[in-house]
């Protein structure tokens, strides 16, 4: 007889390893055939609204891991709501206008731009866009994430657009657009106005020269003889240059240098002469800013006056305390200027070219012309120094060259209108983290106005008509009809036909007397699309709501859509569009760098999932803090995949110990439990406690590292250790082995439905594999509830200190096999001197051999009275030796009583009744 047979094995078809890239995509497929996102909807239907918008990511090219971490992120939460008392609809949603698409379809050589009309250009933008969204859809699907893929949200389909022409008209009648001629940051490579979210900073080599202007009228404070200094690394302005400020409360000196005199601040003096060397300095005189209002110098080239002015926003951090201001190129410069009446002098065009404005430099790149002003500076005698430097300077952050300042008319959202409001609804926002708010607040609280108008082709028109005398027409009968038309026929028309057909049949207006009219053929600021989803989804949509509870987004967002977002809702409805606001890092490589092609260090979600599976990145996720930037590389989505297979070890040990158990008839009611059992469901139930805390406090890291180390240790190490005796052993009714089953299967259903929300694919093919469940799928139920267990704090204290006990008594065990005395824990016997409340604690506590996983234990005494040879700990002393006896051929149990058994004699007594019994 194979006594082998005899023995109650671990059965199950749950395979060890989980084979993800090829089992995911079934699972997928039968989610989709099942349409498990409305079974959960229909489940929930009727429970407290959970709205999570979705930030829409840019309709271009595959998704990187970037967009991975976002969309799993917000898979989690919306799949733990659900499970935990809420509806919670997920809508997707895609942003699909801007210059990337123009971009990638006119170099892509298969079209001609200058063939194509606006309109007809504009088609082939619209297919190219619903092309890479049918793409990311895929690969955001195979990600396992779960939400109306059939029905998402685009900001360039027809509901969309015209419900956010009447956001522009809301804010437009609350007198918050209007059209100025300022300085903007401009694009030369994009040939476009850009808003500050769409900056970005990079290091740049620019020439740093000081320039001398000649005093022409020196108003009574200066004689005429001296030369004001400016410094600059902008040579390209100087052409631009009407004025020169100073600040009105700082001291400024005339310094007889080397022979000529120059005006500069009093305080720099001394680093000036080191910059130019000067060996002979006196100072002349002193005077305050103010006194020096309104003195005229000589442009150092052109002539034309450089009139002195007053500036708060001069300071003494670099440079001379004498700030060239070009008008038309700066953000300050033209604010000054403005109260000084200067021109608002902008003599490069949209292509970063000089006009006939700046004579002698006409044609001329901007940058190209830094040399050539340079040297015209030289050739006058102006140029007192040059340099150059490297420093941060700002980039367009799609096309990652330098941008400009511009003077150009545009349209504005005027944020000081309303930044009051602003800065109240940002206080009622619940930010994660918490600086979130901080960085808002500081981002809104100095922002005069945001451009929105663009000048591109691709994007929703700014629906605004010009009358004969150049005035600006924006009625709610304008907006309404074109919303309206929008709605019908989409913005295309905007581009398909004249001013007049756009307007509603016999409109007048006072500005055209004789009925002609003209159209604005600008577009809206991408963000001005995105920014208005709270009204074009948020408001439209019956199964969602406004606010949205939560917005989560990577936290360049803070500039972008929670501010657009922002500004948009509380320009049109006094409050914030969230009622919360999460924000992530960004996925760095392995050491911490950016990810870059050129380095080669990225890693493709498409090619993880190709290897690994969907879980594996998804675990990845729940693992990092994602609050801050995070890591990721093959060695670390390798050391993720080994925790992953703990996990689905740990299950596929517990559903092959289940393989005989109907939860129906074999269950164990909780009173019959052993006590190390209910220690078990108590541990089982601080997990509940703990993971479910860590979900609503969106802290997934929490939860991963805690279902790891309870799969590692409460169960591997511990409880499955020491009930695999039981469980192999003692045949398959017995009490005591239907109690391990009741609670291995209480946990396999709670750490399940844990699990869930992160590995769905994965729990997904447990829930198949599990006996008695009614639910079709473990999206279909809730998250685990906490038993209540009598005595449950005394339980927990006493097994914690028992554990403790049984932590020495394995690392006695394992020295002694280190030392050759013992082969396997079960050869050996263990003699015990604990202390007095040590051994008060092992002589109520059962089976010590089970516990100890030995032969024999044998308490010999107190802890002072152990011999010297004794292995000395803290709870007790151990002496371990080999135990006395033969091994049993069943169990492996060595004891004496093996071979009293004639008809088995290679059994122990234990055995030979669990056989006869059976």
């Known amino acids: 007889m194979s006594y082998k047979e005899t023995l109650l094995m671990p059965k199950t078809d749950f395979p060890m390893k989980g084979n993800l890239p090829n089992k995911e995509p079934k699972i997928q497929e039968k989610w989709d055939t099942e349409n498990i996102y409305q079974k959960v909807q229909e489940r929930t239907k009727g429970r407290p609204l959970f709205v999570l918008h979705d930030g829409p990511p840019y309709a271009n090219g595959d998704i990187h891991i970037g967009h991975a971490e976002n969309k799993v992120l917000k898979d989690i939460i919306v799949r733990y709501k659900s499970m935990s008392g809420y509806h919670a609809p997920y809508v997707p949603g895609w942003d699909t206008h801007g210059l990337p698409i123009e971009t990638a379809l006119t170099k892509s050589g298969k079209i001609d731009r200058k063939k194509l009309s ?29 939400g109306d893929w059939k029905h998402p949200y685009i900001t360039l389909t027809k509901d969309y657009e015209a419900r956010q022409i009447k956001v522009f008209g809301e804010m437009a009648k609350k007198g918050y657009i209007y059209k100025d001629k300022k300085t903007v940051y401009w694009s030369p490579s994009s040939e476009s106005a850009l808003a500050e979210a769409e900056i970005e900073y990079a290091d740049k080599r620019s020439p740093s020269i000081y320039v001398s202007f000649k005093v022409k009228d020196g108003k009574g404070i200066l004689n005429g003889d001296e030369q004001i200094v400016i410094w600059t690394t902008t040579p390209w302005t100087i052409p631009a240059n009407l004025g020169i400020a100073v600040h009105p409360d700082y001291d400024y000196s005339v310094v007889n240098a080397n022979g000529k005199k ?17 060996t002979d300095v006196a100072v002349e005189k002193t005077f305050k800013g103010k006194e020096l209002e309104y003195v005229e110098a000589l442009h150092p080239f052109y002539d034309r006056i450089s009139l002195v002015i007053l500036g708060e926003h001069v300071t003494l951090d670099a440079g001379t305390g004498c700030v060239h201001t070009a008008p038309g190129h700066g953000e300050d410069d033209y604010a000054v200027g403005k109260k000084y009446n200067l021109d608002i002098l902008c003599p490069v065009d949209e292509k970063g070219v000089f006009t006939s404005e700046a004579p002698g430099f006409e044609g001329m790149f901007y940058d190209k012309a830094n040399k050539t002003v340079t040297e015209k500076l030289e050739e006058t005698g102006a140029l007192l120094k040059l340099a150059f430097i490297t420093h941060s300077y700002p980039h367009d952050w799609r096309t990652k060259k330098p941008i ?31 600086w979130g708010e901080t960085r808002i607040h500081n981002m809104v609280k100095d922002r005069e106005d945001w451009c929105i108008s663009r000048q591109r082709a691709w994007g929703v028109p700014i629906p605004v008509f010009y009358g004969e005398d150049g005035e600006p027409i924006i009625t709610d009968e304008t907006i309404e009809h074109v919303s309206n038309l929008f709605r019908e026929h989409g913005s295309n028309i905007w581009f398909e036909k004249d001013a007049k057909d756009l307007l509603p049949e016999g409109f007048t207006s006072e500005h055209s007397p004789n009925g002609e009219f003209r159209k ?76 870059s092609k050129s380095i080669g260090n990225t890693i493709i979600p498409n090619d993880v999932m190709k290897q690994l599976g969907a879980d594996i990145l998804r675990l990845w996720v729940s693992s990092v803090d994602y609050q801050a930037d995070v890591r990721v590389s093959d060695k670390i989505l390798k050391q993720v995949a080994e925790v ?74 511990f409880y499955l250790d020491i009930a695999k005796d039981t469980l192999y052993i003692e045949k398959a009714n017995d009490p005591k082995r239907r109690a391990i089953q009741t609670v291995l299967y209480d946990v396999l259903l709670a750490l399940a439905k844990l699990l869930t929300p992160i590995l769905p694919h994965t729990m997904e093919e447990v829930w198949e594999h599990t006996k008695g469940v009614k639910e079709e799928s473990v999206q279909l139920t809730d998250m685990p509830k906490v038993q209540q267990i009598e005595n449950h704090q005394e339980i927990k204290n006493k097994w914690d200190q028992l554990i403790a006990i049984r932590d020495e008594v394995l690392k006695a065990l394992e020295e002694a096999r280190n030392e050759k005395l013992i082969g396997k824990s079960l050869t050996a016997e263990v003699i015990l001197y604990p202390t007095d409340e040590a051994k008060a604690l092992l002589e109520k506590a059962g089976s010590l051999e089970q516990l100890f996983i030995v032969s024999k234990v044998n308490i010999a005494g107190n802890k002072a009275g152990a011999p010297h040879d004794a292995k000395s700990f803290d709870h007790v002393n151990i002496i371990v030796k080999q135990a006395e006896g033969e091994t049993c051929e069943r169990c492996w ?19 030979v009744q669990v056989l006869e019994e059976a």
């Not at 005006?263 to 910059?275: G, H, N, Q």
Request: hydrophobic residues 40%; charged residues 30%.
């Open 118 to 146: 606006v309109a007809e250009f504009r088609k082939l933008c619209e297919e190219y866009a619903l092309k890479q969204i049918d793409r990311q859809r895929e690969q955001f699907k195979r990600l396992g994430v779960r």
């Open 262 to 278: 120059y005006v500069v601040a009093k305080d720099l003096i001394d680093s000036l002469a080191k910059e130019f060397e000067w």
């Open 404 to 434: 400009i300042f511009r003077a150009t008319e545009q349209w504005f959202a005027s944020i000081k209108d309303f930044r009051d409001d602003l800065l109240e609804a940002i206080k009622q926002v619940k930010w994660h983290p918490a």
């Open 520 to 595: 604005e053929m600008d577009i809206m600021d991408v963000w001005f699309d995105s920014g208005s989803s709270h009204q074009a989804v948020l408001a439209e949509r019956d199964e969602l709501t406004w606010p949205a509870d939560l917005y989560l987004e990577g936290s360049d967002q803070y500039r972008g859509w929670f501010n657009s977002s922002l500004s948009t809702s509380v320009a049109v409805t006094g409050k914030a569009p969230y009622k919360g606001v999460i924000s992530h890092g960004f996925v760095l490589d392995g050491e911490g760098r950016k990810m």
């Open 644 to 717: 992953y297979r703990k996990i689905r070890n740990t299950f596929r040990f517990m559903l092959g110990n289940l393989h005989d158990f109907d939860p129906l008839n074999n269950r164990v009611s909780l009173d019959e439990l052993s006590e190390i059992d209910r220690y078990m469901l108590i541990q089982l139930n601080e997990l509940i406690e703990k993971v479910t805390k860590a979900y609503d406090e969106y802290q997934f890291s929490t939860i991963y590292h805690a279902v790891h180390n309870f799969c590692t240790i409460e169960l591997s190490a």
């Open 893 to 911: 149990m060595v004891t004496p009583d093996v071979g009293q058994h004639e008809e088995h004699p290679t059994l122990c007594t234990r055995c």
